[in-house]
């Protein structure tokens, strides 16, 4: 059951696609109260009571304990202490043995959440705005909690299948020979590779929608040559247009009005990347026709795939915020700074970046009405993506896409995926990588992942290694860094080989991780999920905070602390582990449930696969385009028969359906493995 509470005078988000009556009456779970603008909602806690959500956020996957925010930020400096990352994802579940419910806070502007910060018993949600609509759902477990939101909000993004392929990236590629040197030693070295993301260095001047002409002369011919090589491009595109005569986004930009303006009518101007910019005001349908049509030239030139960037927006500085700074600093010119002033000039040059002031200068249309900045933020990513995927549809009709965002909303998840933004290299950023999947999956948010072996700092060969392997069952496996830090592509490791095998474990793995995909996002499921959905009744479960289920039938628990030769795991039943090395090399060892130290090296980790149930290993191949699932190994304990639904489509088609793509197989009574021969899935 799904119920909608109405608030002040809430604008249409676009985060539901379910169209319900206004509740009256009070709200169930909530005391509520109006203070001035904001709306508080207040929900006591029992000790035992476990909250699910926020989708991609610090801390665990229990959000409980800790003090939110949604705010997009751009902050990549994902610590602790961090109350809001890129992404707002106002979807919470509370969980104890008597009480089960989920709550979806449909409001575009800044919401608080004290999941028992102030108070351990309490949980109080602010909205700052008041003018929201408020879903409360109810039903008779926490997978169908999951699956009457994804009714509410629609069916999670579709990417093709190429897109489940390893990923090379790198800020600092900057021509067609780096791009191709990258490839060549990947291919030479026979490390599995599907796509290359080109970053800002690609661009002139790092404006949007352009490429150097000496660096890639001809970017057609290039884009055709890397393809025949089973490799896509993958460039970058910022949320910012350069404020510049005869750049021709901007002119079309300026004549069709589409830019965000400020209350005097004229354009809010801020700089990133490429310097002072403009930027599209993507809440309207016109400005997201013509922004989507600027990628055109890009995919003529044959790209099928982006990501988009700075979208929360970032802003790296105002003409308005820069002169506040340096009038602080003229006024205390020549001085001996006392330590109020010291603090206040440094606070002050450190504010000019994404400075709130900034946020309330400009202003959307909306429904005809001027609204400001601050009192929507959050939908200004999910309007970008939303452009990128249109633009991209009116293109290639029929036809999926690749496309990931680093700032989202609720809604965004049907248009395209996310990656975890701009971490570093550190053991605890692999662990919260891995924390952030389940209540990002619970928002919609199935095709994401993070910066494998990290963004910032410079990597290890260890941590690398082990990201790795989180990347192995992650639908977007992307290794990604930082200008200035270690170059960290897999072959310039002295332990190569060992990463370059753990890679090969992923695409003999495809046919399994594809298939859970396409029918988690086509029956509205969940790829990753706390151990709490599947053993709500088993306490030791459900307080477990490193360990996931996958798919339907297994269970991950990978390693994240530095220099670990192994790893404690809880099994909630009798489940076979297959210790993976590569593709071609694993164990397999049947064990029971409760509490067991297992022995991982570095090259080595873990999946186990609940007694019962059997899933498809196939060879694997050096690209998606050389994976067959004809001839299979079905991996499992079975006692008397297992049932696998395998998924098997075109991959590319955007017709798509469980009917007519699904392969039954059904595993007798064996052991460990049988062989399985199929129809050819092509």
Request: aromatic residues 12%.
């Amino acid at each position: 059951m799904i119920r909608r509470y109405s608030f002040g005078t809430p604008c249409d988000t676009g985060a539901v696609v379910l169209s319900l009556p206004e509740e009256k009456g009070k709200m169930p779970y909530f005391d509520v109260r109006r203070e001035g603008e904001k709306v508080l909602f207040r929900t006591q806690l029992t000790e035992e009571e476990t909250v699910f959500g926020l989708g991609e956020n610090v801390r665990g996957i229990n959000k409980r304990g800790h003090r939110y925010r949604s705010w997009n930020s751009d902050d990549f400096n994902h610590t602790e202490d961090r109350q809001s990352i890129y992404a707002s994802h106002n979807l919470l579940v509370f969980f104890r043995p008597d009480r089960l419910f989920g709550v979806y806070f449909d409001d575009p502007g800044l919401v608080i959440y004290d999941l028992g910060d102030a108070r351990r018993d309490t949980a109080e949600i602010v909205s700052e705005n008041g003018d929201l609509n408020v879903y409360l759902l109810e039903g008779a477990d926490l997978k169908e909690i999951a699956k009457l939101f994804r009714g509410l909000t629609g069916r999670s993004y579709l990417p093709p299948e190429w897109a489940f392929g390893y990923i090379q990236s790198r800020w600092g590629y900057a021509s067609e020979r780096e791009v191709r040197a990258v490839a060549e030693e990947h291919r030479k070295r026979h490390i599995p590779l599907d796509g290359i993301c080109m970053d800002i260095d690609y661009m002139e001047g790092y404006r949007n929608f352009t490429w150097k002409k000496d660096a890639f002369p001809d970017l057609k011919a290039f884009v055709r040559s890397m393809k025949e090589e089973h490799i896509r491009l993958i460039p970058i595109i910022d949320a910012g247009i350069k404020t510049e005569e005869g750049y021709g986004p901007y002119d079309s930009g300026k004549e069709g009005g589409f830019f965000c303006k400020k209350a005097d009518g004229t354009d809010f101007v801020a700089a990133v990347w490429p310097g002072r910019c403009c930027f599209p005001d993507f809440l309207r349908e016109d400005a997201r026709k013509w922004f989507g049509d600027l990628y055109r030239p890009l995919l003529e030139a044959g790209i099928e795939g982006f990501w988009n960037d700075m979208n929360e927006p970032a802003l790296f500085y105002s003409d308005e915020t820069l002169a506040q700074a340096f009038a602080l600093a003229e006024t205390l010119k020549g001085k001996e700074l006392d330590l109020s002033e010291n603090w206040a000039i440094k606070d002050a040059f450190n504010a000019v970046a994404n400075n709130p002031e900034d946020y309330r200068r400009f202003y959307h249309v909306m429904d005809g009405r001027n609204v400001r900045h601050d009192k929507v933020h959050n939908l200004y990513g999910a309007g970008m993506t939303r452009a990128s995927a249109d633009g991209m549809r009116r293109f290639r009709p029929g036809e999926r896409y690749l496309l990931f965002s680093r700032s989202s909303f609720v809604g965004a998840h049907r248009d395209g995926g996310v990656w975890q933004g701009d971490n570093f290299s550190w053991w605890s950023h692999l662990k919260m990588a891995m924390q952030m999947l389940p209540n990002m999956n619970l928002c919609g948010f199935l095709f994401c992942g993070c910066d494998l072996g990290g963004f910032g700092c410079s990597t290890t060969e260890d941590l690398l290694e082990r990201f790795l392997q989180l990347g192995v069952f992650t639908p977007l496996m992307r290794n990604h860094s930082a200008l200035h830090t270690r170059e960290q592509e897999i072959y310039r490791f002295s332990i190569w080989e060992t990463m370059r095998d753990t890679v090969t474990v992923r695409y003999a793995l495809l046919p399994y991780l594809y298939s859970e995909y396409m029918k988690a996002a086509l029956t509205d499921s969940m790829l990753f999920r706390p151990l709490a959905f599947d053993y709500p009744e088993d306490r030791r479960a459900v307080r477990t905070e490193d360990q996931l289920m996958l798919g339907g039938e297994c269970m991950i628990a990978p390693v994240y602390e530095q220099n670990a030769e192994g790893r404690y795991v809880y099994l909630p039943e009798d489940m076979l582990m297959i210790r993976f090395r590569s593709a071609q090399d694993y164990d397999l060892i049947p064990m029971e449930k409760g509490d067991h130290y297992i022995s991982l090296g570095l090259g080595e980790f873990p999946l186990f696969v609940r007694n019962g149930h059997a899933v498809p290993l196939c060879r694997g191949g050096e690209n998606v385009d050389e994976i067959k699932t004809d001839r299979l190994k079905m991996i499992g304990k079975v006692e008397n028969e297992a049932v696998y639904d395998l998924y098997r489509d075109d991959g590319i088609s955007e017709k798509v359906g469980m009917d007519g793509n699904i392969t039954r197989i059904r595993v007798g009574k064996q052991e460990l493995v049988s062989d399985i021969e199929l129809k050819p899935d092509r």
